[in-house]
């Protein structure tokens, strides 16, 4: 092989702040990487996958639920993380996007709240020391969902200028 680029990567190990669980979508890259700072989230495995938490809560095939679950065990097992973060958004194309809550915003972040709490519970259900946060990524910032809260949607939004 042929090296086309020079960079010095850490070689230490490192003990990971969370799992993220997250869509490929690259419009929600930027505020996913400012949102995980502003968490002082600074080592994170990321697990990119189309629609994120969906595929815990509502896989097409349970095959790849068992390899994301797998993932978030290796996740712990080499880099020590005892957190996962759920992670859905706006207009998701897994979901079929906005347009399939007939662009109604306020049905497709009940849809989501609904599929993070499915997720959740999920994970639990599989490995039940591991803490779990859920969070609805929107064009104008991210919500968390409240555990606290069952049958609140979803609560005030954390933004960012950073």
Partial sequence: MKKVFHFDSQTDLYRADACV???FDARFELVTRKFLKKRG?????????AGG????ASPADESERSFALSQVRTSMRLHRTHRVMLMVHSDCGAYGGLQAFGGN??????????????AEAFLKSNIPTIEVECFYLRFTGVWALDPAQPDRVLDSPATSQD
């Fill in 53 to 56: 938490a969906k595929l815990f």
């Fill in 21 to 23: 669980v997250s869509c």
């Fill in 105 to 118: 915003e306020e049905r497709e972040a009940a849809n989501h709240e609904s599929e993070l709490r499915h």
């Fill in 41 to 49: 989230v600074w080592w994170a495995d990321p697990l990119k996958i």
